[in-house]
């Protein structure tokens, strides 16, 4: 799923300053499940924000929705009677949520209340991991199902590299090689002739906006053409 | 695919081991500013006591003067830099566009490596680039050379001619792959090979002898990795704080027990021993000195390892 944090509580109350009246939107998907703007943190975030504003001698009136997913045209549309009572809109959702908020309502100010971090596994509750860059040219099928392109802090496809130190990672004696698990793991599978060849250079396909389209599907433009 | 005269490059590193000579390289770290005179300085050093000298590129992630501009300076002096590119600063096209310049000025050697992380380093928020790695890199420096072509494919004008080099760590785990990975690195095109400062030596017999099992050691050329202890405190840093590094007790416990103000002279002393080893050792094709800010001190250790005087090839 899409990790996320919510941002320090002094950066948030610096983005909202000049507001008086805001939507905090939160969403129901991944940043629900890892605990960072889901319903329930919607409602700390604003309660937080209210004794704070109180406080300060400048109060905030806050309004508080869930979308079901923010990163679907549909659950957004049912904010289109709500937001024009509110001079700006708080997105808890991921990255993804809170630019599509933006783009179906341009003329709000649509502000982000968390830090996206990436694609990760939880690995215990509030505990996550991160385990995929979306690259794009996925290489799991060759490396023990194990991602070089995250796991490794060099991002190595010809690894490992001289600073393996007693299977941890160069950069800290916490973090294991990645291509130490996957020397490991492919060892144990018999299967180490996997990375006996080289990997050429890669063709980054991260290097500009990407769009996907399935097989059979078209961009909307071109549907009535 | 070679130059007319059967030399790859030319190089005097490459004339000195095809001829079956002992190589001996030293290391020069580039200053953390402008100062030319102490790049010369450190120079006068190694000129003439070692076959090259290594030029390395913001070792330890620590910014320096460029590993290129360093070696500039040496091929002015009449030294023969082995120039050390990583792949933590530079993408593909900065990375073969500096492949070129270097040549045009005179530069023969190169030395391959990923680079360590940002994080060790004085800029430990930077981002590391890595568009190719250390394997891909000595790929892409072979085609230049005996293809001609860029790594996307275009002719170059005038191809660079290197001997080509990468770094081998005999003492990182897992260790039985690090024969393999030598040999990867021979599939991409590496002419040499130096080695991680070696102390462990048992370790490293072994993973010689596994080399040459494999039949790598006739297949490129290999200097021994070698950096002699000054004290107690170096060695149990090296032993302690470096990744990768292999001290063993017994070192450290050799260099305790010297007499007070003769630690450095049996550093130097241990040093030399291993260096006597090395000459004998098959497989072994030279010895990678790098005595880091002690450049003054490679004299009287070559003198002292009997290397000298060092070959002239033609
Ligand atoms: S190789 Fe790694 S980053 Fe690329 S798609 Fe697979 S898991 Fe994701
Ligand atoms: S130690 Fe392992 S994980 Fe760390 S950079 Fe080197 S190969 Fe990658």
């Known amino acids: 799923m899409i990790v996320a944090k919510r941002k320090p509580f002094d950066e948030i109350m610096e983005l909202l300053q000049d507001y008086k009246k805001v939507l905090t939107v939160g969403c129901g998907t991944c940043v629900a499940v890892c605990l960072a703007g889901g319903e329930k943190e919607v409602a700390v975030l604003n309660s937080e924000l209210d004794m704070a504003r109180k406080l300060a001698d400048n109060p905030i009136e806050l309004g508080s929705t869930t979308l079901e997913r923010q990163c679907d045209r549909e659950y957004l549309d049912e904010l289109a009677s709500k937001v024009d009572e509110y001079d700006a809109l708080l997105s808890m959702a991921c990255g993804v949520g809170i630019q599509f908020l933006a783009e179906r309502y341009p003329e709000k100010p649509v502000l982000p209340a968390v830090d996206t971090s990436g694609l990760a596994v939880n690995q215990s509750v509030g505990f996550y991991e991160e385990r995929c860059r979306s690259c794009q040219q996925c290489v799991l099928g060759w490396t023990g199902g194990i991602c070089p392109v995250t796991m490794c802090a060099k991002g190595l496809y010809n690894g490992p590299c001289g600073g393996t130190n007693l299977g941890s990672c160069e950069i800290d004696p916490e973090q294991p090689c990645a291509w130490y698990m996957i020397h490991e793991r492919l060892a144990k599978q018999g299967r180490i002739d996997n990375i006996k060849n080289i990997c050429s250079a890669v063709g980054w396909k991260d290097t500009v906006p990407r769009t996907l389209i399935q097989p059979g599907y078209k961009k909307p433009e071109e549907e009535g053409a | 695919m070679s130059t007319d005269n059967g030399y790859k490059s030319g190089s005097n590193l490459e004339k000195v081991l095809k001829a079956g000579h002992f190589a001996f390289t030293g290391e020069l770290g580039p200053p953390r500013g402008t100062g030319a005179e102490e790049v010369l300085e450190k120079a006068q050093h190694l000129k003439g006591v070692v076959d090259a000298v290594n030029i390395t590129d913001n070792q330890t992630a620590v910014v320096r003067m460029s590993s290129w501009a360093a070696s500039l300076l040496l091929v002015q002096e009449g030294l023969e830099p082995n120039f050390q590119m990583v792949c933590r600063d530079r993408n593909r096209l900065a990375m073969q566009g500096d492949i070129l310049g270097v040549y045009t000025h005179g530069v023969r050697n190169m030395l391959c490596l990923s680079g360590d992380h940002a994080k060790f380093g004085d800029h430990p928020d930077a981002k590391g680039v890595f568009d190719i790695d250390s394997m891909q890199l000595i790929a892409m420096v072979k085609q230049m050379r005996d293809e001609g072509k860029f790594l996307g494919g275009a002719d170059i004008e005038h191809p660079p001619k290197i001997f080509i080099g990468a770094a081998a760590n005999p ?34 017999r072994e993973f010689i002898k596994v080399a040459n099992d494999m039949g790598l050691t006739e297949k490129c050329y290999i200097l021994a990795g070698v950096t002699p202890m000054k004290s107690v405190g170096m060695a149990k840093y090296m032993k302690n704080k470096v990744p990768g590094m292999d001290v063993p007790d ?33 497989g072994v094709h030279g010895v990678h000195l790098m005595a880091i800010e002690w450049e003054h001190k490679v004299p009287e250790i070559a003198e002292q390892a009997k290397v000298l005087p060092r070959p002239q090839v033609d």
């Open chain 2, 171 to 204: 003492f990182a785990e897992p260790y039985d792959w690090r024969p393999h990975r030598l040999s990867k690195k021979i599939d991409a095109g590496v002419d040499f090979i130096q080695t991680q400062c070696i102390y462990n030596m048992d370790r490293f």
């Open chain 2, 250 to 282: 017994d070192t450290i416990k050799r260099l305790q027990g010297a007499e007070k103000g003769k630690v450095a002279a049996e550093g130097i002393k241990m040093a030399c021993e291993q260096i006597e080893e090395f000459k004998e050792m098959d």
